[in-house]
T-cell receptor, first 117, second 113 residues
Framework: AQKVTQAQTEISVVEKEDVTLDCVYETRDTTYYLFWYKQPPSGELVFLIRRNSFDEQNEISGRYSWNFQKSTSSFNFTITASQVVDSAVYFCALSEAPHRGTYKYIFGTGTRLKVLA | ETGVTQSPTHLIKTRGQQVTLRCSSQSGHNTVSWYQQALGQGPQFIFQYYREEENGRGNFPPRFSGLQFPNYSSELNVNALELDDSALYLC????????????FGPGTRLTVL
């Protein structure tokens, strides 16, 4: 069965510290897609990244980087030099290949990140 | 800005009532999905519509129903509201394939008293 686990419920860091948010997933499919979303207090889910199961290259986008490791079924997210504006709830999500025709996301329970000034 | 809008922003209803929530997808997006997000939880998949037909459903009872219209708008209807239906309801639009990113609207916060 599909499952996404974000074991860290809440993390607090001081501004400029680096922080890594963990995501572990379970799926029986060989083709799947992983996503990270940011949810600020306003509530809207903001798309950050999409990764397919055949692309294990790590990605860096500014202060954000992602480490995808199929061997450990993990897709971790690192924020370098955190800022107060990074404070939000971050969700990892999994979408399996459309062999059943339904393209739903399975979300983790989220990690609340608090960046203190 | 994702181009996905939802209305209303907030809604208060009493137990047993019915509610309709609305979503306007990005132009050209054939798929709309609805999610329920309870406080402190991740979004839970309710159902999905593709070109005006239901394309999949999560573990929600039949009193949750939906419609999708040709103009990229959609509705989520909930009958016989229960207290546990209080949540943030999110709609997401995508082109239609699993690899396509879903873009979420700002949500409708429903409170059932």
């Amino acid at each position: 069965a599909q499952k996404v686990t974000q074991a860290q419920t809440e993390i607090s860091v001081v501004e400029k510290e680096d922080v890594t948010l963990d995501c572990v997933y379970e799926t029986r499919d060989t083709t799947y897609y992983l996503f990270w979303y940011k949810q600020p207090p306003s509530g809207e889910l903001v798309f950050l990244i999409r990764r397919n199961s055949f692309d294990e290259q790590n990605e860096i986008s500014g202060r954000y980087s992602w480490n995808f490791q199929k061997s450990t079924s993990s897709f971790n997210f690192t924020i370098t030099a955190s800022q107060v504006v990074d404070s939000a709830v971050y969700f990892c999500a999994l979408s399996e290949a459309p062999h059943r025709g339904t393209y739903k996301y399975i979300f983790g329970t989220g990690t609340r990140l608090k960046v203190l000034a | 800005e994702t181009g996905v809008t939802q209305s209303p922003t907030h809604l208060i209803k009493t137990r047993g009532q019915q509610v309709t929530l609305r979503c306007s997808s990005q132009s050209g997006h054939n798929t709309v999905s609805w999610y329920q997000q309870a406080l402190g939880q991740g979004p839970q998949f309710i159902f999905q519509y593709y070109r005006e037909e239901e394309n999949g459903r999560g573990n929600f009872p039949p009193r949750f129903s939906g419609l999708q219209f040709p103009n990229y708008s959609s509705e989520l209807n909930v009958n016989a509201l229960e207290l546990d239906d209080s949540a943030l309801y999110l709609c997401a639009s995508s082109l239609g394939l699993a690899e396509d990113t879903q873009y979420f609207g700002p949500g409708t916060r429903l409170t059932v008293l």
